[in-house]
């Protein structure tokens, strides 16, 4: 299988999340009471760790090669995209989950998830394009 392929297959997974995550599972908080949230939280949570760490190391993995093995404008767009999907999603989405976890979130902070996700949305709909635009089967 080529590392092209893989990478194909990593921002597939990546998208289908995202769009699942924006559109279903963060407007879905918006509906439970604040006990009910933090337990329900700790077992997406935990769950959906099997999930997202995998690909989005393995994704992280693979544009690394691929930038090692090739510097171009792909290589490097999707560097940088990735880089950015981290720091947010650490310093950004990682808070706000902590607070839910710890029950020190605010009523907002459901809504508040929904609308930052916008921008995660787009930058891993931009990858999975921008990747398949570039994936050669050859």
């Known amino acids: 299988m080529s590392l092209d392929l893989i990478r194909v297959l990593l921002d597939t ?47 992280l993995l693979v544009t690394a090669v691929q930038l090692i093995n090739a510097v171009t404008v792909y290589t490097l767009a999707s560097g940088f995209v990735v880089i950015a999907l981290w720091l ?23 809504q508040r998830l929904v609308r930052l996700n916008w921008i995660r949305t787009v930058l891993w709909t931009f990858l999975f394009i921008w990747s398949l635009f570039w994936y050669s089967p050859v």
């Open 88 to 110: 947010s999603t650490f310093i950004q989405f990682v808070p706000l989950h902590n607070s839910i976890a710890t029950k020190t979130a605010a009523k907002e902070t459901p």
């Open 13 to 59: 997974g990546m998208l289908v999340l995202i769009w699942l995550v924006q559109l279903v599972i963060y407007p879905g908080f918006c509906y439970y009471s604040d006990t009910d949230l933090v337990v329900w939280h700790k077992k997406y949570t935990t769950q959906l760790s099997y999930i997202v760490m995998p690909l989005m190391i393995g994704q």
